[in-house]
């Protein structure tokens, strides 16, 4: 067999193993507020003015312009359209509503 057939068939084992795995095991930790313009999922900025799109807990739920505490995984992959990178939210904690 050719060398460009066991290439193609080491990419699409990649691409079957690597498929929805998170980037990071450790959890990180992120402050900000849920600000609007998310279409599939929400956005978040950070109080660092980094933006985030969401995945996980519904944090629309929340009251407008409340500063949240996310714990969260950064997502390798995303359903989120908006190119920003994904946090899968596992806690949400309501510091402070305006």
């Not at 450790?26 to 507020?33: A, C, D, P, Y």
Request: aromatic share 8%; charged share 10%.
């Amino acid at each position: 067999m050719s060398k460009k057939w066991f290439l193609w068939l080491f990419l699409a084992i990649q691409l079957i193993v690597n498929h929805n795995t998170v980037l990071s095991d450790s959890t990180v930790l992120v402050q900000g507020r849920v600000v609007p313009g998310g279409i599939v999922c929400p956005l978040f900025r950070s109080t660092a003015g980094e933006v985030l799109s969401l995945t996980g807990l519904n944090v629309m739920t929340t009251a407008p312009q409340a500063l949240l505490t996310l714990r969260g995984r950064w997502e390798a992959q995303s359903v989120c359209m908006q190119g920003y990178p994904t946090l899968r939210v596992e806690h949400l904690l309501i510091s402070e509503v305006q």
